[in-house]
C-alpha cells in the first residue's frame, strides 16, 4: 500500500490552511478551488494548520481522485478512537481518498504537551488497537527517531520547514519504500534582497519554535543563523526563491525520489504585492503536471492581506497551468 499510496499522491501537491475553515459560507469556493486544483493535474490537497477528517471530508466530496491529507492533526487535539473512527468513516465513503498526517505540534500550541516522542508513540499503538491503517497515515518527522518512527509505524514522513539536506537525510533513514513529502517554501521574486525580506516575514513565527530551531542546530545551522529573522544561509536553504529557471533547478537539486511540497504565497510589502499563486508555480513543473481543464476560482485577496498557500507533493508528466487563485490563509502546523 506504501508504494500505491507514493504513485496516487504522485510528485507535486498543494499545502494550504486556506482550503479548511469553519465558516459554513466558504464551502462552496472551497470545493470550486478544490476542483480546479484537481483539474490542474495536482495529486494531494495537503491541510496546513492542525486539521482533520472533517476539514478533508468536503474537499473530497468536491473532487474525484485527488487525495486529501491533513497536515498536520495534532496529537493532542483530536483522541485516537475517534480520530481512527472519523477516518474509518471517510474512507469507507470514498476509499483510498484521505491520508492521515499526525504531528506532535509545539509546547506554545499545547497545554498537554510532554515528552512528545513517547505520547506520538503511544498514539500510534492506540491507532492499531482501534484499527486505523498504519499504510494510511503519515508522520511530521523531523529528528531521527521520529523519522524511523514514520518508516516503522506509518506509510512515511510530511515534514515541515526543512532544507533539500533533511529531505535527502530522511530518505536514507526512511530507505525507497515510504512516502517523503517535504514541505519547500518558494518565492517567486529574483530580486536576492526582497525575495529574502518575505521570506523572513513569514519564518519569523517560526524560529520562535524549538521543535524547528532544534532541527536546524542538528542539522548545521548555528544560533548566528536563527537570530535576526534568519542568515541568508538559511533563507536560501529553506526557501527555493527566483524565476522559474531558478526555481525548476532549486527543485530538481532535491532527493529524485523525494515527494516535494513547493509552497506559494501572494505577499504584499511596501506596498507593491507579489501575488503568485499555486497556478502560476506550476509553470515551473510543467514538466509533472497533467492538467485538464482550468476553472475559474473566485476567490481575492484583500489589498494589504497575505494570500493563497500552496504546495506541491513531488510526480509525472504535462503542460504549464493558467495563473489563477486558491483562497487565502493564514499558515500554521
Not at 525507497?176 to 519547500?184: D, G
Not at 501575488?275 to 509533472?288: K, L, N, Q, T, W
Request: hydrophobic fraction near 40%.
Amino acid at each position: 500500500m506504501t508504494d500505491s499510496l507514493k504513485e496516487t499522491v504522485g510528485r507535486y501537491g498543494i499545502w494550504s490552511s486556506g482550503l479548511r475553515s469553519t465558516d459554513p459560507s466558504r464551502r462552496g469556493e472551497l470545493a470550486e478551488a478544490a476542483a480546479e486544483l484537481e483539474e490542474l493535474g495536482y495529486g494531494a490537497l495537503w491541510l496546513g494548520g492542525s486539521s482533520s477528517a472533517r476539514d478533508a471530508a468536503p474537499l473530497i466530496e468536491a473532487t474525484s481522485r485527488i487525495v486529501v491529507g491533513t497536515s498536520i492533526q495534532s496529537i493532542w487535539e483530536h483522541e485516537p478512537a475517534a480520530s481512527a473512527a472519523s477516518f474509518a468513516e471517510l474512507d469507507a465513503a470514498h476509499p483510498g481518498r484521505f491520508v492521515l498526517g499526525l504531528g506532535v505540534s509545539h509546547a506554545k500550541f499545547a497545554e498537554q504537551y510532554r515528552r512528545p516522542y513517547s505520547a506520538l508513540v503511544s498514539y500510534l499503538d492506540a491507532l492499531d488497537e482501534a484499527g486505523h491503517p498504519a499504510d494510511r497515515r503519515l508522520l511530521a518527522a523531523l529528528g531521527p527517531k521520529t523519522v524511523d518512527l514514520a518508516r516503522e509505524r506509518a506509510a512515511g514522513s510530511v515534514p515541515y520547514l526543512v532544507t533539500t539536506d533533511h529531505t535527502a537525510t530522511s530518505r536514507r533513514r526512511l530507505g525507497e519504500a515510504p512516502l517523503l513529502a517535504p514541505e519547500l517554501k518558494v518565492v517567486l521574486e529574483s530580486d536576492p534582497a526582497r525575495a529574502r525580506a518575505l521570506a523572513r516575514d513569514y519564518l519569523a513565527v517560526y524560529l520562535t519554535l524549538p521543535n524547528y530551531t532544534n532541527n536546524f542546530l542538528r542539522n548545521g545551522f548555528t544560533e548566528d543563523d536563527l537570530a535576526h529573522g534568519g542568515s541568508d544561509r538559511l533563507v536560501d536553504a529553506v526557501y527555493a526563491w527566483g524565476d522559474e529557471t531558478r526555481i525548476r533547478a532549486a527543485s530538481r537539486s532535491t532527493s529524485p525520489r523525494a515527494r516535494i511540497m513547493w509552497l506559494f504565497r501572494s505577499w504584499t510589502a511596501a506596498g507593491q504585492g507579489v501575488s503568485p499563486s499555486a497556478e502560476a508555480g506550476a509553470a515551473c513543473f510543467s514538466a509533472d503536471l497533467r492538467p485538464v481543464r482550468p476553472r475559474r476560482v473566485p476567490s481575492r485577496v484583500p489589498a494589504g492581506q497575505p494570500g493563497p498557500w500552496a504546495s506541491c507533493s513531488a510526480g509525472r508528466g504535462g503542460r504549464p497551468c493558467a495563473r489563477r487563485r486558491t483562497p487565502a490563509g493564514a499558515a500554521g502546523r
